[in-house]
């Protein structure tokens, strides 16, 4: 069956440290890989976009790698602030231009 | 400021009835989608609509309507068909560089 894992429900790092999410996938072939940000009782914010045929993308501190061969995205932020904790959501774009979204990872950042 | 608006916030619906979640954007965007999110899982896609007059089932459309008069417009009824509405509901309409969302209606059933 298809699906998307993010790594862990919720991950709790120290500011200034590096924070690393998983987004794994099963039975799809995407053709892109997005994520977002969410806040709570808010809607998801568009952060980045990585295609298949890209390794790696950056953006400010936030990069993203993808690998289609191990079937997994990896998202990084790093020098993490506190004002970084949120749920973070991956999202894949798959055909027809749908997109399927992963249950996303609640990223805490303390002090 | 272009975006995308939906109301209300909160809204709470009574067995057996239908109730209507606006969902309106300033962003000339064609597509536009419908998404449900419950706790633990993924948002899942109701009804989306690539162009105005028309508009395609998603995963979970059952207990679900929706219709697209205007391109701004993509409004989404709850019927008393869908036996579990309580959820955050996420309209969002589709730029070239990924999905823009609007903030929400959260609905629960009394």
């Known amino acids: 069956s298809q699906k998307i894992e993010q790594n862990s429900e919720a991950l709790n790092i120290q500011e200034g440290k590096t924070a690393t999410l998983t987004c794994n996938y099963t039975?799809?072939?995407?053709?892109?890989l997005q994520w977002y940000r969410q806040d709570p009782g808010r809607g998801p914010v568009f952060l980045l976009l990585?295609?298949?045929?890209?390794k790696e993308k950056r953006k400010e501190r936030l990069k993203v790698t993808f690998d289609t061969t191990l079937k997994q995205s990896l998202f990084h932020i790093t020098a993490s602030q506190p004002a970084d904790s949120a749920t973070y959501l991956c999202?894949?774009?798959?055909?027809?231009?749908?997109?399927?979204f992963g249950a996303g990872t609640r990223l805490t950042v303390k002090p | 400021d272009g975006g995308i608006t939906q109301s209300p916030k909160y809204l709470f619906r009574k067995e057996g009835q239908n109730v209507t979640l606006s969902c309106e954007q300033n962003?000339?965007?064609?597509?536009m989608y419908w998404y449900r999110q419950d706790p633990g899982q993924g948002l899942r896609l109701i009804y989306y609509?690539?162009?105005?007059?028309?508009?395609q089932k998603g995963d979970i459309a059952e207990g679900y309507s929706v219709s697209r008069e205007k391109k701004e417009s993509f409004p989404l009824t709850v019927t008393s068909a869908q036996k579990n509405p309580t959820a955050f509901y996420l309209c969002?309409?589709?730029?070239?560089?990924?999905?823009?969302f609007g903030s929400g209606t959260r609905l629960t059933v009394v």
């Open positions: 969002a309409s589709k730029a070239n560089y990924g999905y823009t």
């Open positions: 039975n799809y072939s995407p053709a892109y």
């Open positions: 990585i295609r298949e045929n890209e």
């Open positions: 999202a894949l774009g798959v055909r027809n231009n749908d997109m399927r």
């Open positions: 962003l000339n965007h064609d597509a």
């Open positions: 609509s690539q162009i105005v007059n028309d508009f």
